[in-house]
């Protein structure tokens, strides 16, 4: 029984055409020519909420339904005329559908399969403009009114409910939230079904299972992120880490023709998916939010073809044979001819709450002319004793009013090399803080002020600064690398010219050449982005070697 006559589809109002454009005759000869026709009955349904399979249709004649089950009625999303398509996101992805597709009288199909539907998109360019336009803005639009297939009911306070939160918002899951704090009847519900406080949050996914608490891979194997995926499969290429660097090189070599698989630890993005905006990468005058900018990534590389595991992460890598082989979390090891380790790095954070709060907006973890402009003339804080944070502070003490540098010991000698000491002495804008650490962070829309501990004597002293730098290093995601690789002094990995004749004996590098530009001590595994020793650090150079390495993959698959 359909209960809501009216599409939700005709609220879209000027976003409608974007979101259920018409094909013109000639458009929809040029999709007839990938598929097959197809004779529909009244009532027919096409596709099942929740089925696996996924499937394509161009109505010729007649009219299918978009609707979205919900208990024993039906939510009517949208009704697709002649010309019209169905489909969304889950389209280039393979994941389960979240709608039921109905018959609404007799009438003609057109209808592809998800590999047909790929190989129109990556050949013809009007198309794929069209319908990857649709495919996002319904997906969005799932997204804003919650019309997926998983409800989450959680608290604010809870911690685990905020992780949960992000790991549907970073993979564009739609989701419906309940909030027990603001829900007395939810709360009595749970108190009924004898739900402890440390059960919250609730998941229940595909309408029926209900998951206590679960962890993001629970959650992610209860939604299915990764059925469509054949881990027996030999790949040309597996791209461990889907931050930027792993999304860039999925996206040059899935649209060079390499059979493609990334595996990812979370969710899509990687660092730069928790920045609220990054200003200085190419082509965005205004910036754009990281995740923006991994969502449009993540769509990218799946609409050339590269699949994207989520949530599981990489154990180890089987670097002992040919062909290589990376072992993830709870499944068998996935063959590939090459591998592309983009795992990045973690920066170290400070232990404060609200910390995320106020990252990119107060709270830096690079001190470039970008941040120096951003600060004015204000004050800042610059933390950490290591080379990084004492650079920073000299850079920053070019234009800012005054800097304090903090630091949790008793001064600099051990970890600061002793030319940036001796600056740092020389510069009377560096105010030096020894035994002093940041504890609480304070503002609304940005950085207001900020509360700091000297640990001698315990004194708290509150000051309006809007700016803190926090330097304190940060730990590249190597450890399940196990010496198959050589790294630097700091866990980075090595790669081409930076491999010594030493590491390379070490290695036993068995070829005539040396390692290429970004290859590392093992031939065809290459290392982009924040986790290569001498990164910069930056989304632009995590892209750049990420798109870099596939004309090395090119080669090396050669050999
Ligand atoms: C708050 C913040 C703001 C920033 N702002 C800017 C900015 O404005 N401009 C700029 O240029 N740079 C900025 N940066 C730096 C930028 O985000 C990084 O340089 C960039 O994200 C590096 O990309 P990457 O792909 O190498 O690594 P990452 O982005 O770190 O991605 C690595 C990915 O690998 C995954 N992973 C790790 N280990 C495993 C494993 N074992 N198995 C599977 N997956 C794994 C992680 O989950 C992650 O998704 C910012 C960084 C932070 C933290």
Redesign the pocket.
């Known amino acids: 029984m359909t209960e809501a006559r009216v599409p939700l589809a005709a609220e879209l109002g000027a976003r409608f055409e974007q979101a259920f454009p018409t094909l013109t005759p000639a458009q929809v000869a040029r999709v007839a020519a990938h598929g097959r026709p197809r004779r529909i009955e009244p009532g027919e349904v096409l596709v099942e909420e929740g089925a696996q399979t996924t499937r394509f249709f161009v109505v010729r004649e007649g009219e299918v339904e978009i609707v979205k089950p919900s208990g024993a009625s039906e939510v009517l999303v949208a009704v697709c005329k002649a010309g019209q398509f169905t489909g969304e996101a889950n389209m280039l992805s393979g994941q389960r559908g979240l709608m039921r597709l109905r018959a609404n009288g007799p009438g003609e199909v057109i209808e592809l399969d998800r590999e047909r539907l790929l190989a129109l998109v990556q050949t013809d360019s009007e198309l794929s403009d069209i319908l990857m336009r649709a495919f996002l803005v319904r997906r969005l639009e799932l997204i804003t009114r919650g019309l997926g297939d998983v409800v989450l009911v959680g608290s604010n306070n809870s911690p685990g409910t905020l992780r949960i939160r992000e790991f549907l918002t970073r993979n564009g899951y739609p989701y419906t939230s309940v909030d027990v704090d603001r829900d007395a009847d939810i709360q009595g519900l749970l108190d009924r079904f004898h739900v402890r406080v440390e059960d919250v949050p609730i998941v229940i996914c595909h309408n029926d299972h209900m998951l206590r608490n679960p962890t993001n891979q629970q959650l992610a194997a209860c939604i299915g992120f990764n059925d469509a995926i054949d881990t027996a499969q030999l790949r040309d290429l597996v791209i461990?880490?889907?931050?930027?660097?792993?999304?860039a090189a999925a996206v040059y070599g899935a649209s060079e023709g390499l059979d493609v698989l990334v595996?990812?630890?979370?969710?899509?993005?990687?660092?730069?998916?928790?920045?609220s905006?990054?200003?200085?990468?190419l082509g965005f005058p205004t910036g754009i939010s990281?995740q923006e900018l991994a969502a449009r990534a993540y769509s990218q590389a799946q609409k050339f073809g590269a699949q994207v595991m989520i949530a599981?992460?990489?154990?180890h890598l089987a670097c002992g044979r040919k062909p290589y082989a990376v072992e993830?979390d709870e499944g068998p090891p996935v063959p590939t001819r090459s591998v592309v380790i983009?795992?990045?790095?973690?920066?170290r954070k400070l232990p404060l709450e609200n910390l995320t709060q106020f990252?990119?907006v107060g709270?830096?973890?690079?001190a470039t002319p970008?941040e120096a402009r951003l600060c004015g003339g204000d004050e800042v804080i610059v933390t950490g004793g290591g080379n990084s944070a004492g650079q920073a502070a000299v850079f920053l003490a070019q234009t800012a009013r005054r800097v304090h540098l903090l630091v949790r010991s008793g001064g600099l000698a051990e970890s600061m090399s002793r030319y940036l000491i001796r600056r740092i002495e020389e510069t009377p804008a560096i105010v030096l803080r020894t035994n002093t650490e940041v504890v609480a962070l304070e503002g609304s829309e940005h950085l207001e002020r900020v509360r700091w501990r000297d640990n001698l004597n315990g004194n708290l002293e509150t000051h309006d600064i809007r700016h803190v730098f926090v330097m304190t290093g940060a730990v590249p995601?190597t450890h399940?690398l196990d010496g198959c690789l050589a790294l630097d002094e700091k866990g980075f990995i090595k790669t081409g010219p930076d491999l010594t004749p030493d590491d390379l004996t070490a290695a036993r590098w068995p070829l005539a050449r040396p390692p290429h530009l970004l290859e590392t001590s093992l031939p065809a595994v290459f290392a982009?982005?924040?986790?290569?020793a001498g990164?910069?650090?930056?989304?632009?150079?995590?892209v750049g070697e990420?798109s870099n390495a596939i004309s090395l993959v090119h080669r090396v698959l050669q050999e």
């Open positions: 461990v880490g889907a931050g930027p660097a792993g999304l595996i990812e630890g979370s969710a899509p993005g990687g660092q730069a998916g928790s920045s905006k990054i200003e200085n990468y990281g599981k992460r990489a154990r993830v983009a795992t990045g790095a973690e920066y990252e990119g709270v830096y973890y690079g970008m995601n399940w982009v982005g924040d986790v290569r990164n910069l650090k930056r989304v632009a150079s995590a990420g």
